[in-house]
Structure formats: C-alpha cells, structure tokens
C-alpha cells in the first residue's frame, strides 16, 4: 500500500490536533481506503465528542469543587461557633502546631508557643464531655444547613458573545429538534451523520480524488458538528440566564453520637507530669537556645559539610563528592512530633497508666543547668510527654466523625448535583462569574470566623 495511511494520518492531526502513537498504529493496521475512510470518520467524530465531554467535565468539576470549599468554610465556622457557645474546645491540632514549632527560630518565641498550647490543652482537659460535644455538634449541624443556604441566592448572569453566532451567520441552521436535545454527544453524531450524507461512501474509492474527497468530507462534518455543538451549549446558557441552584432534598443533622474515654480526673496526672517536665525543658532551651529545642531526633545545624575522597583513577588527586549537611526543605503545614523514646509494641504506643509510670520516672532527674552531662535528655522526655498528653486529649471524647463528615458530604452534594446540571450549559462567562459568587460567599464566611 502507498502513503494513504500517513496522509491521511497527517489530514486528522492538522485538523484536531492529534498526534500519538496509538492513532499510527490503528491507522497502520488498516488494509483498504474504505477501512482508512470508516476510521477518518469515527476518529473525526470522536474527537469532537471528546472535546465536548471535556469541557462539561471540566465545568461539573469546577462548580463541584467552588460549593465544596464553601461547605468546608460555612462548617468550620458553625462549629467554632457552636463549641464556643457551648463551652467545649476544639481539636489541638498538634501535628500543624509542631510544623509551626519547627519554623520558629527563636526560642523565647518557641516557649511563648508552648506556653499557649498546654494552657489550650488543659482547658480541654477540663471542660470535654461527651453531652457538651453532642450538643456542639447538633447546633453545628442546624447552623450549617442555613449557613449553605446562599448558594441558592446565586443567579446565573448572561452569556458572553461566541463563536456559535459566526456559525449562525455563515449558515442557516435548520435543525432545532437536534438543537433542544438533551443528549449533546447524540446531538453532535446526528450533525456529523448529517453533513456527511447518504452518498458519503459513494464512489470508487481507489480513484485518488473521490478517496481525498471522503476524508475532506469526514473533516469538514466534524467542523460544522462542533460548531453545532457550540450553537446547542449557546442555545442553552441563554436559557440558564436567572436560574439559581435548586437542591431537592436536603439532608436532616444528624444525632452525633459522642463517647467519653477518658475524664478529667484520668488526664490530670499527666498533665501535671508534663508540666513539670516543661519546666525543666524551658530551663534549657534559656540555657542551650534552639539547637537542640526539638530533641534528638530533630536537631538543628546539622551539616557535616563535603565528603571528599581520593580518586582511583589518578594518583593522589583530590576529589570532592556530594554535600551531606541537611539541605532546607520547604516548611510543611503538617508534621508529627517523632517518637524520640521508645513505646510498647502496640498501634497507639504506650497506654495512659504507663506513659503516666515513665513521666513520674523521667521526672525525677534533675536539670542539673549548662553543665548537665546529657541535657538534651529534658527535650526528649519533654516531647514524649506533651505527644502522649495531646494522644489522650485529644480522644477524650470519641466522636462519630464518620457520620458528620457524611452529612457534610451530602450537604454539599445536594447543591452541587443541581449545579453540575446548570454547568454542563454554561458557558466560559457564567462558570466564572458563578465561580466568583461562590468564592465570595466563601471569603465572607472565612471573614466571619
């Protein structure tokens, strides 16, 4: 067989702009120019169905994504609000407060921090019970459902000028039945089947100008169905102008069922423990400074600079290899602290009776100042103790967080299932200006935290 193949190849990529080895290897795997015709046409027209199936993916996900930020803001305020309101503390959140920690570079900063922090632990400690959380959680929900409720305020604003009205004027479009369909892709392979004909495979194909005009007619249908494509999607953001998100049903808040573990009077002990451990660590991060504030497992200033070498290959030449000090990372918004001192062989570590047994022991050693013989002992035990008290405080109540974090999700996906309905006929200006109505709604919310 002659080049058909890869001109015919060369015709589809400067057409749609494909260019793979996959579509080589389907067009090499053909045997007749009837075969390269039937694969010009499908090829033709799947691309543009694919570019049409893109763009309403692409909107669906964009207003998906817009309604889910807005949730998760209107849902950390409620229950900020509501725990305040009810007199409970929220998570400690210890793993961002430590990557926090490790930013710092000054240590009466650092202990000003920690300061701040045992003081929000222990009014965990104190104020945490099960019903308190419970009804937290229950003037969340409530509050949720009606902070969400704007979304239905947005209105969809006018289209902008397209390249659907150049096609209006270059041709008279006369077939609305295909034009009102739901079904665009069915839409665009009726246009397709249209423009093409029913004598689109008349002729003998081995005559080189009824080949060449087949393939021609294959590209120019796909033209004209996705300019019809454009007429449909212009046609519908028209019809969307004004329309506001509708949810068919909303979700009912739920009961959280909340679970004491442990009570005050469990976490005293430890706490206590832990406070008298800081109080050796402050001494000697005043004493030592940030150096080795973070134990041994997190020192700072390591750098043990160039390993050099001498080479094989020239007798006494000096070499010089990689740098093996610690290269600055990017700071991380999350990091637990590390478990510089060894736990029991179990999931969470050691349990509250035991890490209470080892601080009482830890503690009875004394700082003895800058001439203590280990000194960075005080900032392991220190860190020990503070990552077991924020294990303990923090499952002191056991939340059934499944079952909010699901109410949250259907909460969003009342909205964002009609919105993705309304996307899929929008058009560039209506996603961005719906997208910017969200994203205030959403700024505002944030604001009001």
């Known amino acids: 067989m002659t080049d058909d193949d890869s001109r015919v190849f060369r015709e589809l990529c400067g057409a749609f702009r494909l260019e793979n080895d996959a579509l080589r290897a389907s067009l090499g795997q053909q045997n007749d120019r009837s075969a390269l015709v039937a694969f010009a046409q499908k090829t033709a027209l799947k691309s543009v169905v694919q570019e049409v199936e893109l763009a309403e993916r692409m909107a669906r996900d964009q207003v998906t994504r817009g309604i889910g930020h807005y949730v998760y803001a209107v849902e950390q305020r409620a229950l900020k609000a509501a725990r305040k309101r009810v007199g409970v503390v929220g998570p400690i959140q210890m793993n961002r407060r430590y990557a926090a920690f490790l930013r710092i570079g000054d240590s009466k900063l650092l202990l000003k921090r920690l300061d701040q922090t045992l003081t929000f632990i222990e009014a965990k400690i104190r104020t945490d019970q099960a019903d308190c959380v419970a009804s937290a959680y229950a003037a969340a929900g409530s509050a949720l459902l009606q902070g969400v409720r704007p979304l239905s305020d947005i209105a969809i604003c006018e289209p902008e000028a397209n390249e659907a009205d150049a096609a209006d004027r ?36 081995n005559d080189d100008e009824v080949f060449d005009a087949q393939i ?91 390993v050099s070498d001498f080479s094989d290959e020239y007798e006494g030449e000096l070499l010089i290899g990689e740098y093996c000090g610690t290269v600055p990372a990017r700071p991380s918004s999350s990091a637990a602290i590390p478990q510089v001192i060894e736990e029991a062989d179990a999931p969470d570590g050691d349990a509250l009776d035991v890490a209470l047994a080892r601080m009482r022991g830890f503690n009875k050693r004394v700082y003895r100042g800058i001439l203590d013989d280990d000194p960075i002992y005080f900032a392991d035990v220190f860190w020990y103790g503070l990552r077991k008290l924020d294990q303990f405080a923090e499952s002191m109540v056991k939340v059934d967080e499944k079952a909010w974090q699901n109410y949250v999700d259907n909460l969003a996906r009342a909205y964002a299932e009609p919105a993705e309905e309304l996307a899929t006929g929008m058009d560039k200006q209506q996603l961005e200006g719906f997208s910017k109505a969200v994203k205030a709604l959403e700024k505002g919310s944030k604001a009001a935290q």
């Open 216 to 306: 021609e007619a294959a590209v120019r249908a796909a033209k004209w169905a996705r300019l019809d494509a454009l007429r449909i999607r212009a046609a519908r953001a028209h019809e969307l102008v004004g329309r506001k998100i509708e949810p068919r049903i909303l979700p009912t808040p739920p009961r959280i069922a909340c679970k004491q573990t442990y009570c005050t009077a469990d976490l005293v002990p430890l706490l206590d423990e832990v406070k008298r451990a800081y109080a050796s660590y402050r001494r000697f991060v005043l004493d030592s400074g940030m150096f080795n504030a973070f134990g041994s497992d997190n020192r700072l200033g390591k750098c043990c600079g160039y």
């Open 170 to 205: 270059e041709r008279e479009l006369a077939r609305e039945d295909v034009y009102r369909s739901s079904d665009l892709s069915g839409a665009i392979a009726a246009s397709f089947k249209s423009e093409l004909g029913d004598d689109s495979a008349a002729g003998d194909l």
